[in-house]
């Protein structure tokens, strides 16, 4: 059934206000005096209603975010009103949003904008206490069995994120039958991560939810609320510890991964005493650190867990970190010190080599990458990257006698390919539209990505990784959008999901391309594969 033009309005003006939010345009605090003039004016009341009506289903009640992130004047600092106003009028490129002049009337857009650049009246503050006193233990872990309570290969199972309804599916890799299908809290966001044995799954939702599901007994287990507006987690290599980076409050939570207590709460502040929003957190392995992006401020943190943690010679202030350890205030056996780098701009969307030694980033008001090496905190080279590149599903493979990455584009309808020896662009790949994911695998001879966003969304391109063409465009479902694929633990499927509410989960054979098995399901988004995930393949995201 195909929705009501009221219905795609609300959706996409939802959308549009998550793609105001995110977007950078660089460190811009003035407000337009216009607004300003005009602001005594503003009935909020009848604002109200229209955030009600049009905004409220993705960014929560108050203001405070969910599907979409919060709506405030602490998220849309860097955002001019008059800039606001005019992507609600005319739309914008690259993501769902279209042009809402024909809909809403120019004084219910001015008072719409007013009304968000309003502060809350509802407190934007999130304390230990309040982590502490949300949490929710669903089950006695010492009380639950220690092995599965079914049979199948516990390395090649899925989690099936389906956003229709907000649950989500325990799927069997070998045999692509249903094992569990459960609840999850409001729009989870960031991806599950498992625990390094693969027992446990941890979910992160949009309004600050952190649930911790057992998978050996298909039940979820205990629930905390570390934050009002959460972007992701990620988890330790020893399985120890789980950070959450936060919108709201601007800061990040050290939670125990065991019972999901609060150890610290660390806030988004950089050296000079500006608070940022954190975009993304990130596990490195061979560091023993979580990385942190911060989205307002020049900076990037790396946060060790373990004595090994960071440039290994950090564990008691030793040889030529000594001094850089005391600039930043650290006391020995600190827990969770922040080793503050310093960037040229904004860093919007990360990714990493495979030594995690080299970070890469982009500033979405810029035309360059960032490639800046975590042990020297220096910028080792630029990347010429157009559009929006999106990094954080780019991939890497062998290509020819060199490492490649490979990163799709959510405003230009293109695959950037980058040789990681000399950071040069290399290929191109055109495809029939922007794009979101990108993934492959070891064992596969190709990288499928997505045509997100634009009129060829349905498609779904795959690559050759050996000569960087494009071998065959798919349709799985006709005028519906395909997207985000995953293989099995051994490379030998992909499963692929259509996003619509009447949607499905479609397995390929990898290497035929031929379709195995359909199922019905409510727009499933995300598919997370438990060996791929805990064992970092090349060909996902981590």
Not at 11 to 23: K, N, Q
Not at 289 to 300: G, M, N, R, T, Y
């Amino acid at each position: 059934m195909k929705t009501s033009l009221f219905t795609r309005s609300v959706l996409t003006l939802c959308l549009s206000f998550a793609a105001l939010s995110s977007y950078t345009y660089g460190a811009d605090n003035s407000t337009d005096k216009a607004s300003k003039k005009t602001e005594a004016v503003v009935d909020h009341s009848k604002a109200e209603k229209l955030y009600e009506v049009h905004c409220q289903s993705c960014h929560g009640v108050d203001r405070l975010g969910a599907m979409g992130p919060a709506l405030l004047p602490e998220n849309l600092a860097r955002f001019r009103q008059k800039k606001a106003i005019k992507v609600i009028n005319k739309g914008r490129a690259a993501t769902q949003m279209p042009a809402f002049s024909q809909l809403l009337s120019k004084e219910e857009v001015a008072s719409l904008v007013d009304y968000i650049y309003t502060p809350s009246k509802t407190s934007l503050k999130w304390s230990m206490a309040d982590i502490n006193a949300s949490k929710i233990q669903h089950f006695d872990q010492s009380k639950l069995p220690n092995t599965a309570q079914f049979e199948a290969d516990l390395m090649n199972l899925f989690i099936v994120v389906e956003l229709g309804d907000h649950s989500a599916t325990l799927l069997n890799g070998d045999t692509f039958e249903r094992l569990d299908r459960f609840k999850t809290r409001f729009a989870l966001h960031g991806g599950p991560k498992y625990s390094p044995d693969g027992r446990f799954v941890y979910f992160a939702s949009r309004d600050g939810w952190i649930s911790k599901y057992d998978i050996y007994n298909r039940k979820t287990v205990s629930e905390v609320r570390a934050a009002i507006n959460t972007r992701n987690i990620a988890i330790s290599s020893d399985g120890k510890y789980l950070i959450v980076g936060n919108y709201l409050p601007q800061n990040v939570v050290i939670l125990s991964a065991d019972d999901l207590s609060p150890i610290k709460v660390i806030d988004a502040v950089d050296s000079k005493g500006n608070s940022s929003r954190v975009s993304a957190v990130y596990n490195a392995p061979p560091r023993y650190s979580f990385i942190v992006a911060l989205k307002d401020v020049k900076e990037v943190w790396e946060i060790p867990y373990s004595d090994k943690g960071g440039v290994e010679v950090y564990k008691g202030w030793a040889h030529d970190y000594k001094n850089e350890a005391k600039a930043e205030g650290w006391k020995v056996n600190d827990q969770f010190p922040i080793r503050r780098i310093e960037t040229d701009d904004y860093l919007n969307d990360f990714f990493f080599d495979p030594e995690y030694i080299n970070l890469i980033g982009t500033a979405r008001n810029n035309h360059n990458g960032q490639v800046i090496n975590l042990d020297t905190k220096k910028k080792v080279a630029s990347i010429a990257l157009t559009g929006m590149p999106h990094l954080g599903s780019g991939i890497t493979w062998h290509y020819k006698d060199k490492e490649v990455f490979a990163s799709p584009n959510i405003k230009e309808g293109k695959i950037t390919v980058i040789d990681m020896e000399n950071w040069n662009v290399i290929e191109e790949i055109k495809t029939e539209g922007p794009g979101f994911f990108m993934r492959s695998h070891s064992n596969s001879p190709y990288a499928w990505t997505d045509v997100f966003f634009g009129p060829n969304n349905d498609k779904v391109h795959v690559i050759d990784k050996s000569t960087l063409k494009i071998v065959k465009t798919l349709a799985p479902s006709p005028g519906k959008n395909a997207a985000h694929v995953e293989f099995t633990k051994d490379g030998k499927y992909v499963l692929l999901s259509v996003w619509d509410m009447d949607g499905e989960l479609i397995v390929y054979d990898a290497n035929t391309l031929e379709i195995v098995t359909r199922m019905p399901m409510k727009k499933p988004s995300g598919k997370y594969n438990v060996y791929n995930k805990i064992n970092y393949e090349k060909g996902t995201s981590h």
